[in-house]
């Protein structure tokens, strides 16, 4: 199994650009979600989905777009990119959606620069 | 809401002696805990979780952590720190699922040989 895998590794965007970071799990996982990494705060959900056409907002929504046509891909859409979205921004998932205490696995991540 | 604590932004401590990384939390009702290692340019990496039963955790190398309901806390710990020890932990909250997972603004470990 690749597990969690995303791409592209590392982006640089101007500001008002749209781009698509991929996400895909090969394990079957329920659950997919979103977070995005900055230095001092840790990691904020953005949106996260429970299965294949069915997704919701996280912590920290504003200004990203997701969607889950299959069970594999989970991918995140910056529409019009602004300097405060410049982070890093991890995929992850986890067997079963709702289920309490359960391992979320992660991607290596995407490191992303708006200038 | 949910909320994690990690009061120490750095650890330093020597190879073979022990290492403690502190998590305090937050939360209505019974706690789901965990630990995650990123290591650089990686992702993060599963340690430990707590969910119920026995308050000593044990996890992947090594490491283990202690539920203390009374203190709200799920400290990290190992006897003996490796230098390959030396990397971001971070430690998470959540009170029902992953939807509400919290996480700590992490501790940067360094074992110094």
């Known amino acids: 199994n690749a597990g969690v895998t995303q791409t592209p590794k590392f982006q640089v965007l101007k500001t008002g650009q749209s781009m698509t970071l991929q996400c895909a799990q090969d394990m079957n996982h329920e659950y997919m979600s979103w977070y995005r990494q900055d230095p001092g705060m840790g990691l904020r959900l953005i949106h996260y989905?429970?299965?294949?056409?069915?997704?919701d907002q996280g912590e920290v929504p504003n200004g990203y777009n997701v969607s889950r046509s299959t069970t594999e891909d989970f991918p995140l859409r910056l529409l019009s990119a602004a300097p405060s979205q410049t982070s890093v921004y991890f995929c992850a998932s986890s067997l079963q959606a709702g289920a309490p205490g359960d391992t979320q696995y992660f991607g290596p991540g995407t490191r992303l620069t708006v200038l | 809401a949910q909320s994690v604590a990690q009061p120490e932004d750095q650890v330093n401590v020597a190879e073979g002696n022990p290492l403690t990384v502190k998590c305090t939390y937050s939360?209505?009702?019974?706690?789901?805990l965990f630990w995650y290692v990123q290591y650089p340019n990686r992702g993060l990496q599963f340690l430990l979780k707590y969910i119920t039963g026995d308050n000593l955790v044990k996890g992947s190398y090594g490491f283990e952590a202690e539920f203390n309901k009374s203190q709200t806390s799920f400290h990290l710990k190992k006897p003996s720190a490796l230098v390959s020890d030396s990397a971001l932990y971070f430690c998470a909250v959540s009170a029902y699922n992953n939807n509400d997972m919290r996480f700590g603004a992490g501790t940067r470990l360094t074992v110094k040989p």
């Open positions: 939360v209505s009702g019974n706690p789901y």
């Open positions: 989905s429970v299965g294949a056409g069915i997704t």
